[in-house]
């Protein structure tokens, strides 16, 4: 059997990637999430708030055996409050490194923790962004975060190959950022003002004139991702750059 446990399979790609996974029998999904709407034989469900930090370190990974693949996928992520710093409240940054970030942090050291010691393949894949790559104007924490994101995948990855000591690395890790999807954070995106954030307009014409690209289709993607995950070279990179 393969093991996925991810976080976010409420909506968006997170439940299309478990809905994908689970047309195959072999597969077991645990959602890790707010509010499910998935019901299936081979799904587990867990209500947890990524915001609410001891609700996340309570979380527990289970014993698997056997188990051919273990596989932890940081998918959810919110995009915050769009404002200038400055104009931000506080809570809401807070909640967004949370999310984006701290959740994502204290879940994967646990995986790494409790399966070490497991001969499955272990793979662990973090949904980042391209925002975590180049500023946007209304965007600061949720561009901070996902860049975060991208460098404690980095060195996750490094840990790994000094850990592994001239072996085959225990875990494989990708931070891999999905392009625009169509998803409910793009249609916060468009809600919001121009004096809040410049290039609003640009993201109305990307839904106007279909340049967005379904969960379907990056579910996909990332299914051949971690299908393939011994073949891929690289931590951080988008999509696109997956042949």
């Given at each position: 059997?393969?093991?996925?446990?991810?976080?976010?399979?409420a909506s968006g790609i997170g439940k299309?990637?478990?809905?994908?996974?689970?047309?195959?029998?072999?597969?077991?999904?645990?959602?890790?999430?707010?509010?499910?709407?998935?019901?299936?034989?081979?799904?587990?469900?867990?209500?947890?708030?990524?915001?609410?930090?001891?609700?996340?370190?309570?979380?527990?990974?289970?014993?698997?055996?056997?188990?051919?693949?273990?596989?932890?996928?940081n998918n959810a992520g919110m995009l915050?409050?769009?404002?200038?710093?400055?104009?931000?409240?506080?809570?809401?940054?807070?909640?967004?490194?949370?999310?984006?970030?701290?959740?994502?942090?204290?879940?994967?050291?646990?995986?790494?923790?409790?399966?070490?010691?497991?001969?499955?393949?272990?793979?662990?894949?973090?949904?980042?962004?391209?925002?975590?790559?180049?500023?946007?104007?209304?965007?600061?924490?949720?561009?901070?975060?996902?860049?975060?994101?991208?460098?404690?995948?980095?060195?996750?990855?490094?840990?790994?190959?000094?850990?592994?000591?001239?072996?085959?690395?225990?875990?494989?890790?990708?931070?891999?950022?999905?392009?625009?999807?169509?998803?409910?954070?793009?249609?916060?995106?468009?809600?919001?003002?121009?004096?809040?954030?410049?290039?609003?307009?640009?993201?109305?014409?990307?839904?106007?004139?279909?340049?967005?690209?379904?969960?379907?289709?990056?579910?996909?993607?990332?299914?051949?991702?971690?299908?393939?995950?011994?073949?891929?070279?690289?931590?951080?990179?988008?999509?696109?750059?997956?042949?």
């Open positions: 059997m393969n093991y996925y446990y991810i976080t976010g399979t299309e990637l478990a809905l994908q996974l689970l047309q195959n029998p072999l597969n077991k999904v645990i959602g890790i999430s707010r509010n499910n709407s998935i019901i299936h034989s081979n799904f587990e469900f867990h209500q947890v708030d990524l915001s609410d930090v001891d609700a996340v370190c309570n979380f527990k990974f289970k014993a698997h055996s056997p188990a051919e693949k273990i596989s932890l996928i915050g409050e769009v404002k200038h710093v400055g104009k931000l409240n506080a809570t809401a940054i807070a909640q967004n490194y949370l999310v984006n970030l701290v959740a994502l942090s204290i879940l994967t050291n646990s995986f790494i923790n409790f399966y070490n010691s497991s001969p499955a393949e272990k793979i662990i894949l973090n949904v980042s962004s391209g925002a975590g790559k180049a500023p946007v104007d209304g965007w600061a924490a949720y561009c901070a975060s996902k860049a975060a994101v991208d460098m404690f995948s980095r060195v996750v990855d490094e840990e790994q190959k000094i850990d592994a000591a001239g072996k085959e690395q225990n875990f494989k890790i990708f931070s891999v950022a999905p392009g625009k999807v169509d998803t409910a954070m793009q249609t916060e995106i468009r809600k919001a003002s121009k004096k809040d954030f410049s290039n609003v307009q640009n993201f109305i014409d990307f839904k106007n004139q279909d340049q967005l690209i379904s969960p379907q289709a990056v579910a996909e993607k990332y299914i051949q991702l971690l299908e393939n995950a011994d073949k891929i070279k690289g931590t951080v990179f988008s999509l696109r750059e997956l042949n």
